[in-house]
Structures are given as structure tokens and as C-alpha cells.
């Protein structure tokens, strides 16, 4: 009997023993006190309980700053006392007992803080409390800010203190797990001795006179919402402070889901939509929204279906086209926006996009919830779709522009990449990758840190401008390729969410989507669970929402590796050849075709190539980084680390030319960065270090990357040679935690000769691959030649169209033995000379990083000899021109006795230029340069060749 008596008496200690997370005496601060200290308290069972159980438990510190009014909104922090991940002693935040740490200012808070401005006032004090490295950080339950409210001087306040509050911006109830027939109880404070009063659903339930505080309890008299209300009067003025407490059934009712919805918003007509959430084991759900003024209410507690898996509600009387946001409050303390919410708010990052880039955007629901929410419309607005005759590229023959919209433009939009799409198209590229472009944590990281898979990021417009950019490259023939993280996801995910463990900072044991730990070791957030049912279905859903919501043709699956449930502790056993990843990507790769017929699975892999073989010939494209073999190759130095053979899909074994090979990718460092500052230097006339020399060098790379047959990728400005290193920082030092940082967007550089001869030499290049007469040639598998040493070359044959490749990767002259596949007449695809072959071995002589595009049809119809029969004695600039009076294009026959910018202008009788029809770094010798007549009246005319060798000035007819 005394056992037992104990029992209960300790559990009615720990009932009443209620805890709060935070606290703070006095408890109306005010910002010109001088009187007393400040302490405040926070207690770690409370909260996220991020620093659950933390030692050592003088390893604790806090994050503080205030919201003044000069602050724009809750997250923006003014005078900040601390850096973060430092233990500065101020900072230092004292152990009081278990789970709880005190931080006290004193004297005026003004002082403290620093605010010498006297027309700014501090609203709030904003605070968090750390462990000294920042990796354990104490927060309210939905990972949001901590703030005390700082009260005007001399204000008369009361408050209501129990129930208790978050310590949220808004200061909204905690969650009481209340029923009807709960007792409990109330506490009131006010800052002045007054006659206090308090109140239970318009039902006094105490009163006193002169006194600071008033206590009183109550009963829950049936289902509902429970308002709770605190009266002072100080003789002159009367002010409350009131709350509002939800009480509804311990569960959801049951009720079977209704026919054809599916997880998300299921719109079933203009004012009715049907919202569905997969959460099972759950046992209670409500939604709150602007529909109900996010107040809790009978009407909106969610049915859960006979198996326990889902939560569903029917909304009615919605207004066709308006904007509602929403979220779902789970067992009375979770709140999440749904997962597949097409469109959020975000209160910590929406304030920082534009106006002009989202006119009209949605404000955050501030002061009536915390957390990001969801946004449903009913009857949205349309987008009509014009290419609906496009279809994709053949994906062996893809070339691919690896893009990050924050970093290509000044004023990153779809917009304004829509104004881009000439450059694009005459690139000759046919694919765009976009790195990922849905929701992330954030507004300006790569986008690898995700957590709405549905929603893309507002940070670059409306989703109508998206659909049309995407609209308008596939009526140019360009594919979209979407690049996204499906490995992972991080702690703003609502699945993260909704099945979270406290006490371990990590997804629970009893989350459907995630592992509790991760699976390989290059782990990245909280890493997916793809063998799960649950996950594999929300794959699915992803992958069918972008293909036939935004008709983006496929995507590049970052971490494709990590799609395992086999533990690995190093990457070497993680790369081996693992059957259930193969299964995984099988099953997957089947329901992209099942949704989307044809679209493109570009896999991040990486894996042995015994696995990758097995994908590649099921149908999956894989990114071939051939970085450090490009790498080694342009800077100068020839080692078996430039070998370039495996970036063939003959040199692995595979049946088809699946491999998307690259030089540069966001994850590598700048091929011109890299030939800049460790280039081979050794010769005085010829140093890789030099701009214009490494400029030319890219030429040469580009020669070699899409010649080779199957899909290739470059990364953006690489055909400008742009030179700033992967780990540039803003200030201009180059440190590896800059990684991610935005670089200077330079297009500029697009104006100066040397770096748009890149573009102009890989626009050709890459133009010959869709040449009806070669095509065949980039999805061949007769591909043979030495891609090792200096002197490199390599051919393609069909039946008709043979192409030779040869260059010089080293930095002094270079002689090789090439035999051509037919003898007769071949021609240099970018001089516009020609070259007979023999048939036989032929010696090739090059200068140092010159390289040579053989052919064997006549593609740019070259004459079999120069036609203005030019005669030079190779000591000095001479030129020809042909043919003349030309109608449309005319070809110079050029000599340069050196290297060196030549510009080609046209004059008329007065000597005024009439076009600058070119201007770029030609090598030396004699070459066929063809140019385009400008459009301009038919006359007269002169040409002007100018360059370091000297000046030629030729009469032109145009007729």
C-alpha cells in the first residue's frame, strides 16, 4: 500500500511540475531598466531540445540580438552580441540544473546591446542558446528563433503566464494535451499593483485588488477552442491579454478515404479541394489556414482512414482563384506545410526576393503561425502551351549547358534566361541542366539542401514564367534537364519533420521516408530510404509532378550512389557493384518511363563500372567526369592522369554511348583557374600560364570533348574561358568554405575576341554533331585512336562520313603518324583547307596546343584550291579573297607570318568602317577564313586585314 501511494504521489509530482522553455525575470522587461538584471532561464526538455541532456554543461552559450523597430522582420537580428561557434566568456550561459541554463544582462538593455540612436526602440530580444561549437542549438519545437517581448517604458501591461506560451514571435499557447473534464490552472501578471481579473470562456474564475499576479483554475467543459483571458485595472486604464487553447477528440475520426485523391491537394472543384496527408501511426490531425483565421476549430480536425495510414479533409467554400495558406498541426504539436505543396511561404527568406522578379507574392501569415507554410488555389490560372509538336533530342546525342540561374545572371530570373536563348541556340547546345530550381533551404545556395520537392523556388519568378522559359526552349529545340536531390533532404522537409528524434538530433526510428542514420559515407542532410514504400512512391510522384506539370524532359539524379540500404563505412566498398542500387534505379528508371515516355535518367554515380555497365544498357545516362584527365591535359603536362580514353563508352564495355562526358562541372574546379596558376611554364615562348595561350588551349579541349561520340556537358561560361576558381570568395581570396558562394557573373567577357573564340570554335564543333552528313558519327562505336601522350588523335568511321581528330597537347612542336581511314581529299572542318590523305601512314607536324578537325565530305563547300590563287613568300601578312563580286558569303585566304589578333573590317570608298565583320586570335600560317556579308547595300567595297605581321586592304564587290 505505501508502494503504491508512493506511485501516485509521484505522479501527481510530475503533473504538476509543469515546465516552460523559456523564462525570464522581471517578467515585463523594459529597455531603459536600470534597476534590476534580467535572468533568463531556459529549460532543454522543453522546446526541440537541442540541448537535451547536453555535457559538458558548461559548454553552453547564447545567441542574442534584438528586433528593434528598425527591423524588416523576425529574423532580422539587430545588434548581435556574439559569434557564433565561438565561446566568448560573455557569452557564457551558467548551469542551474538539469537541462537548464541561465543567462543574465544587467542594466538597461540599450547599454547592453549597444543603441545609441534614440528614435529606435527594441520590441523583442531575440535569443538562442548553443553548445560553444554551434552544432546543438536550443529552439521552439518548430526549430524557430526564441524571443522575450520588451515592454515601452512606462506602459501598463498584464499577461497571461499560465497556460504557458512559446517563447515564438508571436508568443502563441503551448500545446495542452486537454480533454474535456481537464483541470487547469491560470495565472495572470501585470506590471502595476491593479485589480486583476481572470476569465475562461467569458467566465470569471478569480479576482483580487492590488496585487501583481493572480491564480485561479478552471475545468474543459466540452470540445473546442478554450479562451483564456487576463484583466488589470490600474484604477484609470483597463488592458487584457488573451489566449487561445484548441481542445478536440484524442484522435481523428475514422472515415475511409474518398475515391481517386492521392497524398497532397486534390482540387475536385473551383471552391472545394480534398487535402490528403501520408502520416501513419499518427493519431490525430488538423488543418489550420487562412479558411479558419489559423484558428483550430472541430470543423477542420482531419478523418484518419481504417488502416491508420492517412489523414484527409474535404474544404468547401473556397473563392475560385484566391490563395490560401495552410498547414497541417499534428498530434497537437507537430506543424508542417504539406509535402506536396506546389507553392510555400517562407518566413526567414521570402522578404529578400524581388518584387519585379515575383510581383504579387503572397505575404507570410506573421503573428498567426510559426513555420513554413503551404499554399492552395483552386481554379489557378493556366499556362497554354505552344511547342506541342517538340520532342527530345536522341539522348546519345546530347549536349548539355550545365547551368545555376543565381550565377548566370546579374538578375537571376526566368525572364530574363528567357532573353538568353539565342546565345544558347547558337551555341548550337540542345539541352540545358539546371541545377536544382525547388524549393531549398535558403534563397542563394546550389540548391542540394532541399526540402519541398514540388514547389520551385520562388527566388527566380512566378511558375508561369518558368513554364514559359521552358516553352520557349523547346520551340528552339532545347531539352530541359532538371537537376535534383533525392538522396537526401534537410530539417525544414516536413517528412523530416513529422517523424523527428529529439534526443538524437536525427529522423526517428519509425519514419516512413528517411534512415535514422546514414548509409554511405558521403552523407549529406537525412538521408532517403529508397527500398521504403513510402519513398518510392513520393519518388514517383516527383518525377511524374515536373514532367507533366512543367514538361521538363528528364533529370540528373544528384548522389545517385547513395540509393542503397547497404552500410558502408568507406567509399571504396561503397562504390562496388551493389544488386539492390540496380534494382532500385531499374524500378525507378521504369517508372520514369511509365510517367513520362522517354524522358532522360542522368545518374551521379560514380560507381564500379561493372554496375554502371549494367544501368547504361538498361537505358540510364551517366555523368562521365573526366576532370583531372582534361585537367592534366590542358595545363600541359602528359602523365597517365591525362589519358582521355575513358571518356569513351567503348573504352567500358557498354552496349550504348550512355556516358555524358565533361571537363568542368559545378563540383570541379575551373579548367582556365587551373591552367593560370600551375599551367606548365617551362618554355619562354610558350607558357600556359599566359591568358591568351590558355584561352586557345580550351579550343583544343572542346575539340576533344565533342567530337567524342555520345552525350556531352560543359559547365556555364566554360565557352568564355571563365577564370574564376571554384572556391572564390567575395572579398577575392580563394578559400574552400566560399565553395557555394555566388561568383561574379562576367558577360562581358563575351565581348573580347580571345574568349568568344572559344564560343565560336565549340558552337561549330558541336554543330557538326547534328550535320545530317556526320550525325551517325556521335553514336557510333568504330572510335579508335591513341587519347594518351602529347601528340593525341582519334577517329570516328561510318559507312560514309569518317571524321580524324589530331592534337598537340604539349607546349613545344609535335610531330605524329597518322593514317587517315580513305585516302583522297579531307578537309580541315574549322580552317576551311583541304589535306590529301594517302591512305598510309602521314606525318602530322603541330604547334604547340594546335589541333586539327579532319573530315572526309565537304561540308563547308571548300574549294579544292584556293581560288584567289594566293602567292606569299611567308614573311609578312598576305591575303585573298573569293569569290569577288561575292552575293553571299566570301572566304579569305589568309597568311599570318606569327600569331596574333587579326581583325577583319569593311571600308568603304570614304575609308569609313562600314561593319567589323571579326575580330579573334588566329594562329600562324596560312588559313581559309570564311565570313558572312553583312547586310548592307550591294556597292563597292574594301576589306581591311590587320595585324601584327601588318595590313592588307582588298577591293570587295558586293552584289
Not at 488543418?287 to 477542420?300: H, K, R, S
Not at 589568309?894 to 600569331?899: D, G, K, R
Request: aromatic share 14%; with cysteine.
Amino acid at each position: 500500500m505505501k508502494r503504491l501511494l508512493l506511485a501516485v504521489f509521484a505522479l501527481l509530482t510530475v503533473a504538476g511540475a509543469q515546465a516552460q522553455l523559456l523564462s525570464w525575470n522581471p517578467p515585463f522587461p523594459r529597455e531603459n531598466d536600470n534597476s534590476q538584471s534580467l535572468v533568463i532561464t531556459v529549460d532543454a526538455t522543453k522546446g526541440n531540445q537541442g540541448l537535451l541532456n547536453y555535457t559538458p554543461n558548461s559548454d553552453v552559450y547564447v545567441h542574442i540580438g534584438v528586433i528593434t523597430s528598425a527591423s524588416t522582420s523576425p529574423s532580422d537580428w539587430k545588434y548581435t552580441k556574439f559569434t557564433w561557434g565561438t565561446t566568448n566568456a560573455a557569452a557564457n550561459a551558467p548551469y542551474v540544473s538539469a537541462n537548464k541554463w541561465q543567462y543574465t544582462i544587467t542594466g538597461s538593455l540599450r547599454t547592453f546591446f549597444g543603441i545609441t540612436n534614440a528614435s529606435e526602440t527594441i520590441q523583442k530580444i531575440a535569443i538562442l542558446f548553443r553548445n560553444g561549437a554551434g552544432s546543438r542549438v536550443q529552439r521552439n519545437t518548430d526549430g524557430g528563433d526564441m524571443y522575450i517581448p520588451v515592454y515601452p517604458t512606462g506602459s501598463f501591461q498584464t499577461r497571461v503566464d499560465e497556460p504557458f506560451r512559446m517563447p515564438n514571435y508571436t508568443m502563441t499557447a503551448e500545446t495542452q494535451n486537454w480533454s474535456v473534464g481537464t483541470a487547469f490552472n491560470v495565472k495572470g501578471s501585470a506590471s502595476t499593483a491593479s485589480s486583476m481579473k481572470l476569465y475562461h470562456n467569458g467566465t470569471q474564475i478569480a479576482a483580487a485588488t492590488g496585487v501583481t499576479t493572480l491564480s485561479g483554475n478552471s475545468t474543459v467543459a466540452g470540445f473546442g477552442v478554450q479562451t483564456i483571458v487576463s484583466e488589470a485595472n490600474n484604477g484609470t486604464t483597463s488592458v487584457y491579454d488573451t489566449i487561445k487553447i484548441f481542445v478536440g477528440p484524442a484522435s481523428s475520426p475514422v472515415a475511409a478515404l474518398p475515391a481517386g485523391v492521392v497524398d497532397g491537394v486534390n482540387y475536385t472543384s473551383n471552391t472545394t479541394a480534398t487535402l490528403v496527408l501520408r502520416a501513419p501511426n499518427k493519431t490525430k490531425a488538423t488543418v489550420i489556414g487562412d479558411f479558419n483565421n489559423w484558428t483550430e476549430d472541430l470543423n477542420y480536425v482531419m478523418n484518419r482512414t481504417p488502416d491508420g495510414k492517412f489523414f484527409w479533409l474535404n474544404l468547401t467554400g473556397l473563392t475560385a482563384g484566391t490563395q490560401y495558406a495552410f498547414q497541417y498541426k499534428v498530434d497537437d504539436t507537430i506543424r508542417i506545410a504539406d509535402p506536396y505543396s506546389t507553392m510555400i511561404l517562407d518566413p526567414w527568406n521570402d522578404q529578400f526576393i524581388s518584387a519585379t522578379t515575383y510581383p504579387g507574392l503572397k505575404p507570410y501569415p506573421t503573428g498567426k503561425t510559426t513555420g513554413i507554410v503551404g499554399v492552395l488555389q483552386t481554379a489557378a490560372p493556366t499556362y497554354t502551351w505552344n511547342s506541342n509538336s517538340y520532342s527530345r533530342p536522341d539522348k546519345r546525342t546530347l549536349v548539355a549547358y550545365e547551368l545555376l540561374v543565381r550565377d548566370f545572371l546579374a538578375n537571376p530570373n526566368w525572364d530574363k534566361l528567357t532573353d538568353t536563348l539565342s546565345y544558347f541556340k547558337n551555341l548550337g547546345i540542345n539541352a540545358i541542366e539546371i541545377m536544382p530550381f525547388n524549393e531549398f533551404e535558403g534563397n542563394l545556395s546550389w540548391g542540394y539542401n532541399p526540402d519541398f520537392y514540388f514547389a520551385p523556388d520562388k527566388y527566380y519568378g512566378r511558375p508561369e514564367t518558368l513554364k514559359r522559359f521552358i516553352d520557349s526552349c523547346h520551340a528552339n529545340g532545347i531539352a530541359i534537364i532538371m537537376d535534383i536531390a533525392l538522396n537526401h533532404s534537410f530539417g525544414l522537409s516536413p517528412m523530416v519533420q513529422l517523424y523527428w528524434d529529439p534526443s538524437n538530433n536525427r529522423p526517428a526510428a519509425n519514419n516512413p521516408w528517411f534512415n535514422q542514420t546514414d548509409r554511405h559515407p558521403f552523407g549529406v542532410g537525412y538521408d532517403f530510404n529508397h527500398q521504403s514504400p513510402d519513398t518510392r512512391y513520393f519518388t514517383s510522384r516527383v518525377m511524374q509532378y515536373w514532367t507533366n506539370e512543367y514538361r521538363i524532359d528528364g533529370f540528373r539524379f544528384d548522389l545517385s550512389k547513395g540509393f542503397t540500404q547497404n552500410q558502408t563505412n568507406d567509399v571504396g566498398s561503397w562504390s562496388n557493384y551493389d544488386q539492390s542500387r540496380i534494382d532500385i534505379w531499374k524500378a525507378y528508371y521504369d517508372t520514369l518511363n511509365r510517367v513520362a515516355p522517354g524522358a532522360y535518367s542522368i545518374l551521379e554515380h560514380f560507381a564500379a563500372n561493372s554496375e554502371e555497365t549494367v544501368l547504361a544498357n538498361y537505358g540510364h545516362l551517366f555523368w562521365g567526369n573526366l576532370h583531372t584527365q582534361y585537367k592534366n591535359s590542358a595545363l600541359g603536362f602528359a602523365n597517365n592522369d591525362a589519358n582521355l580514353d575513358w571518356g569513351l563508352f567503348t573504352a567500358r564495355g557498354w552496349n550504348q554511348p550512355h556516358l555524358m562526358t565533361y571537363a568542368e562541372s559545378h563540383d570541379e574546379e575551373r579548367l582556365m583557374y587551373e591552367m593560370l596558376n600551375f599551367g606548365n611554364n617551362s618554355q619562354a615562348n610558350y607558357n600556359v600560364r599566359n591568358l591568351n595561350t590558355a584561352l586557345k588551349r580550351m579550343e583544343l579541349i572542346g575539340a576533344f570533348l565533342f567530337i567524342q561520340p555520345g552525350p556531352k556537358m560543359f559547365w556555364q561560361f566554360g565557352e568564355l574561358g571563365y577564370d574564376y576558381s571554384i572556391n572564390y570568395c567575395a572579398n577575392g581570396t580563394i578559400n574552400s568554405s566560399c565553395r557555394t558562394d555566388a561568383k561574379p557573373v562576367r558577360w562581358d567577357y563575351n565581348t573580347v575576341a580571345e574568349r568568344r573564340n572559344i564560343y565560336d570554335v565549340w558552337a561549330k564543333v558541336i554543330k557538326l554533331r547534328s550535320h545530317p552528313w556526320f550525325r551517325a558519327n556521335f553514336t557510333s562505336n568504330r572510335v579508335f585512336g591513341p587519347l594518351t601522350g602529347n601528340f593525341r588523335w582519334f577517329q570516328i568511321t561510318t559507312d560514309t562520313s569518317n571524321i580524324t581528330v589530331v592534337g598537340n597537347f604539349d607546349v613545344v612542336a609535335q610531330s605524329g603518324t597518322v593514317t587517315f581511314q580513305n585516302a583522297g581529299t579531307w578537309y580541315d572542318y574549322l580552317n576551311n583547307t583541304t589535306f590529301t590523305a594517302t591512305g598510309n601512314p602521314q606525318t602530322i607536324n603541330l604547334l604547340p596546343g594546335e589541333y586539327r578537325i579532319y573530315v572526309n565530305r565537304n561540308v563547308n563547300n571548300v574549294g579544292t584550291t584556293p581560288v584567289s590563287n594566293l602567292v606569299t613568300d611567308g614573311s609578312r601578312l598576305d591575303a585573298g579573297v573569293y569569290p569577288n563580286p561575292a552575293k553571299g558569303q566570301f572566304v579569305v585566304d589568309l597568311f599570318l607570318p606569327a600569331a596574333a589578333q587579326t581583325s577583319f573590317e569593311l571600308v568603304n570608298g570614304a575609308g569609313q568602317v562600314v561593319r567589323s565583320l571579326r575580330q579573334s586570335f588566329l594562329p600562324r600560317g596560312r588559313q581559309l577564313i570564311t565570313l558572312d556579308r553583312p547586310g548592307i547595300p550591294a556597292g563597292t567595297y574594301y576589306l581591311r586585314i590587320a595585324a601584327k605581321g601588318g595590313m592588307r586592304v582588298l577591293p570587295l564587290i558586293l552584289q
